[in-house]
């Protein structure tokens, strides 16, 4: 098992890392002494397959424990969703001791992360991630979000766990799909800060796509990494440093948007917004052209998308200018000047934008 | 206008005490630079009797203004009305520059908190008081509350104002019965923190309930620069230093939730719980029978109750027993020994509480 640090004054946590370590997550509980009764967010599949192991480990360290089932889809984060679950929690809170366990993906630990801050003004809770993208990017660093009919994310909190605990066993579970969507966000990491890592998966990507443990227990274990020295540094977002985490985001999201949430997943998405803000660097002069290559190849050996089909390109640079990255009415993307090495930049001329979108719906010459 | 600062770092804020001061609000604004668009979280007898003076003084600083109505009573301050809220706020905020302005007592105020505090994880809010209770007491410190069906205050964050802006003129349009409200909180700050404010009181009782303003200001800015100091050292609570706020709230909340919130007003209900307070603080030895009934005095010249009818006994120390302000199974009372000099004190035997209760049933000698 490695521990990471994330160093927040009072606040500080650990993201533990390792295979099969579920049986030490009772023990560790017990040391940070959060209370006795675990309020377990999960869904279904998770639950079905991991919940009895789950369950064991927290009754032999002396907690009780109630699952909650929300169902397993993006719908579950909605502000209506938290107000009957936050009432559920209401109901069973009975001794006064309770903290809450997120044991799911993305959603489970947005939903379960915004609850936590809001009930009885913030109790104890701690991320039990079960998806790749969970344990290398969401469940670290307190940023929980729910969604409103009016916009995706509007509703939410920054409010730190007290542990994040990644299992690398849960991921045998995950499938190809949701394997790619987290490797996007791995590209990431190493397209940003670590042109070790962007090498690595150069390399191994077979052996991730294959759950090779060790690979597995390397990349989650870099990513928790950087993520936690840059939450460290800017946990609010008000230095600048977060920023970069949205690297592929500000497109990514308008693409969402734009396609109506349906067609591409979040880590697809994140791959194309990538994409184009490799494209857009290379047309400002910060990285040349057979870098862009390069990475594009990456993205591509992973099995996710590098070019867009039918979404309208008004409606993502409409989305586009509706997205949360604004500051005022200037546009602000992250951008590379090499391989780890982000820069946010303000004010891209909207030519160049729409060029690197068009771009994107060109077919590959190769 | 008299300004008090409340320190909290970067967090820190203004508490602007004054008499016909709202022509200067905008400009106050301004200076903050909150944003361009105000959301007036208020309810319809506020806007009808100061709407129209607030919007003028807001439109020519040039802010564009919304006025949104929520039903003036305690069932506006539930979940469900945050979530209705919040999507509305969604649906306004276009050019997002938005923030918020509480316009009203302690439910506004709570419900545009907490909304304020969780829409896009968070957005600038102002606290525009126009109740007594909520200019000395629930405007100021940064907590806020929603209800569920569960229970009452259940949901909630400590999320700060970037500007208190009372304005005593706001006072004149009080009934008599909200005005003893707000008395019971400013007999509170007395008893726990300031002795001349005490006897003030004492002596200028009459001219506070005709609404003298030179006595309003005096009393809105002793409370407010009491509340801002302990809260400016202890915002989290923490430290025990703002635990003293809740004198005469432990008993206070148990009558509220036995008599169903129906009978006693929140103002009531914690001079009554003051009364039980200083009655334990008595038996303890902290204080002699003369003073004791020197503050039931107070309080009943007040036009505040001080002994209860009909509410069953066990069923205040069964609520009392619910009540957020314990820490797992010991009861926490703060007590006082002396005026201005108060004492959070644990493990209170039940039998003394229940003698101080007891005592509040009985008919006064006199």
Do not use: W
Not at 73 to 99: H, P, Q
Not at 160 to 187: H, M, N, T, W
């Amino acid at each position: 098992m490695r521990i990471i640090s994330l160093s927040l004054k009072k606040r500080s946590y650990d993201i533990a890392v390792g295979s099969g370590i579920t049986g030490y997550f009772g023990r560790y509980l017990n040391k940070l002494n959060l209370g006795s009764d675990a309020y377990v967010i999960t869904n279904a599949p998770v639950k079905k397959r991991y919940g009895q192991g789950l369950e064991k480990a927290l009754k032999k360290a002396g907690f009780s424990v109630r699952f909650k089932l929300i169902p397993d889809t993006e719908k579950s984060k909605s502000i209506e969703r938290s107000s009957l679950v936050v009432r559920d929690v209401a109901a069973y809170d009975k001794k006064r001791r309770l903290f809450i366990i997120a044991f799911g993906g993305g959603v489970v630990g947005d939903l379960a992360g915004f609850i936590a801050s809001i009930y009885k003004r913030g109790v104890p809770f701690v991320q039990l991630p079960t998806t790749l993208l969970a344990q290398v990017d969401s469940a670290i660093g307190g940023k929980s979000a729910v969604d409103l009919s009016e916009g995706k994310n509007l509703v939410g909190a920054i409010y730190q766990p007290r542990l994040v605990f990644s299992d690398i066993k849960y991921l045998s579970s995950l499938g190809p799909r949701e394997l790619r969507c987290g490797v996007a966000e791995v590209i990431k990491y190493a397209l940003i800060k670590d042109p070790a890592l962007f090498t690595y998966l150069e390399k191994r990507l077979k052996d991730i796509f294959n759950l090779d443990t060790a690979a597995m227990e390397y990349i989650v274990e870099r990513c928790s990494r950087i993520k936690a020295g840059i939450v460290s540094r800017d946990e609010k977002e008000e230095r600048g440093l977060r920023t970069i985490l949205n690297f592929g985001h500000t497109a990514g999201h308008a693409i969402e948007a734009a396609s109506g949430y349906t067609k591409y997943s979040h880590g697809e998405a994140i791959a194309l917004g990538m994409i184009v803000a490799c494209d857009i660097s290379r047309q400002m002069g910060f990285i040349d052209q057979p870098l862009q290559g390069r990475i594009k190849s990456l993205i591509r050996n992973a099995g996710l998308p590098t070019r867009i089909e039918r979404v309208p390109l008004s409606g993502i640079i409409n989305a586009h200018y509706r997205d949360k990255k604004f500051i005022g009415t200037r546009n602000r993307f992250v951008l590379i000047k090499g391989i780890g090495r982000a820069k946010v930049t303000e004010n891209i001329p909207l030519k160049i934008i729409r060029q690197a979108l068009e771009q994107l719906q060109k077919r590959d010459p190769s």
